[in-house]
């Protein structure tokens, strides 16, 4: 049985799993992606090696391979990465949550490490892969999947193949001239719907003094609230934090009825970080589809939640990788 290792390299954290070549995960491991303010590319470069070995040295991951048939059957490592990817020369281009990556050479450097062929590709492209491969989306060929976490991801499967390419989807212009993102342009989609921008607005809020629950969060310091406060404090009734949610379901609603009036999709998937708060946003964002998209193409379409919550980007890297392999070694 052939054994892929698949690594997500998300904004708050990274994944690390060792998959089957049928999408059971045999074992995993999450770390801290060091914050913005920690980062360097030697610190980042050094943990996602070391964080490898050291899952790799593990004696219940040795007892896991022996099962499987013994570490002989990794056949090589997948790397998700949020940003663009140079998939040629497997360098990040740009990372706007982790800037650290920007330019490492990550598909050279493991490739050096531990002697096994690596693809490196966009994060949430690998995480729709995933859901082709053994998720939710295995039954649709043509569908977009986003990713709500730290930041918002986007990934195209058409038909019933991975588009390898930049789906930028949360860096779409959604308000000409709005808030400010991190990828240096204003009015991106990433910056009213994604972890970030909850805890944005909310706080944007609070700062004009709109009455809430938030402000006696955190020790009374709103700056530290997360997207996992603003979430509680919506559930129980504050309606500044589930204002915040309906304002981002707005915002998606029109970014997913552009995509759908531009690609016919069969169905529209959302996963990430922000799954837990579907029923706080998810009413708002199909109003938004209905009033917008065009009714021949939006009347079948699926709008579904994500079957990977857990570790969709370093299984949908797995997948991905062994996909890789075996569709070069059809092609010699």
Same mark, same amino acid.
């Given at each position: 049985m052939k054994i892929a290792i698949g690594i997500d390299i998300g904004g708050t954290n990274t994944k690390i799993v060792l998959a089957s070549e049928n999408g059971n995960v045999l074992i995993?491991?999450?770390?801290?992606?060091?914050? #913005?303010?920690?980062?360097?590319?030697?610190n980042i470069d050094d943990l996602l090696v070391t964080s490898l070995k050291d899952l790799l040295s593990d004696?219940?991951?040795?007892?896991?391979?022996?099962?499987? /048939?013994?570490?002989?059957?990794?056949? /090589?490592? /997948?790397?998700g990465v949020a940003g663009l990817i140079d998939r040629k020369s497997g360098i990040v281009l740009q990372s706007p949550n982790?800037?650290?990556?920007?330019?490492?050479?990550?598909?050279?450097? @493991?490739?050096?490490? @531990?002697? +096994?062929?690596?693809?490196?590709?966009?994060?949430?492209?690998?995480?729709?892969?995933?859901?082709?491969?053994?998720?939710?989306?295995?039954?649709?060929?043509?569908?977009?999947?986003?990713?709500? &976490?730290? =930041?918002? &991801? /986007?990934?195209?499967?058409?038909? =019933?193949?991975?588009?390898?390419?930049?789906?930028?989807?949360?860096? +779409?212009t959604i308000v000409p001239s709005g808030r400010y993102c991190t990828c240096g342009s204003y009015g991106c989609l990433e910056s009213y719907a994604s972890g970030r921008a909850v805890v944005d607005r909310a706080t944007s809020l609070l700062?004009?003094?709109?009455?809430? +629950?938030? !402000?006696?969060?955190c020790g009374g310091n709103f700056y530290k609230i997360t997207p996992q406060v603003v979430y509680e404090t919506a559930l129980e009734g504050d309606s500044l934090s589930r204002e915040v949610f309906?304002?981002?379901?707005?915002?998606?609603?029109?970014?997913? !009825?552009? #995509?759908?009036?531009?690609?016919?999709?069969?169905?529209?998937?959302?996963? &990430?970080?922000?799954?837990?708060?579907?029923?706080?946003?998810?009413?708002?964002?199909?109003t938004e589809v209905s009033r917008r998209a065009f009714k021949p193409l939006s009347a079948n379409v699926k709008v579904l939640k994500s079957a990977l919550t857990m570790d969709a980007g370093s299984i949908g890297a797995a997948g991905f990788l062994l996909n890789k392999l075996a569709r070069n070694q059809a092609d010699r």
């Open positions: 995993g491991r999450q770390i801290p992606t060091p914050s #913005l303010s920690e980062q360097s590319q030697e004696e219940s991951t040795k007892a896991k391979l022996s099962e499987s /048939g013994g570490s002989s059957d990794i056949a /090589g490592i /997948g790397i982790i800037t650290a990556l920007n330019g490492i050479k990550l598909k050279e450097r @493991f490739e050096k490490e @531990f002697s +096994m062929p690596v693809v490196l590709e966009n994060d949430a492209n690998i995480y729709a892969y995933g859901e082709k491969w053994v998720g939710t989306g295995k039954d649709y060929d043509n569908f977009v999947l986003l990713t709500l &976490g730290t =930041g918002l &991801g /986007g990934g195209l499967i058409y038909n =019933g193949e991975l588009y390898e390419g930049p789906v930028e989807i949360g860096h +779409m700062e004009k003094g709109t009455d809430s +629950m938030l !402000a006696k969060c309906r304002e981002a379901g707005q915002f998606l609603g029109i970014a997913v !009825a552009n #995509l759908i009036n531009i690609f016919s999709l069969d169905a529209v998937i959302i996963g &990430g970080g922000l799954i837990g708060a579907w029923d706080l946003f998810i009413e708002e964002l199909k």
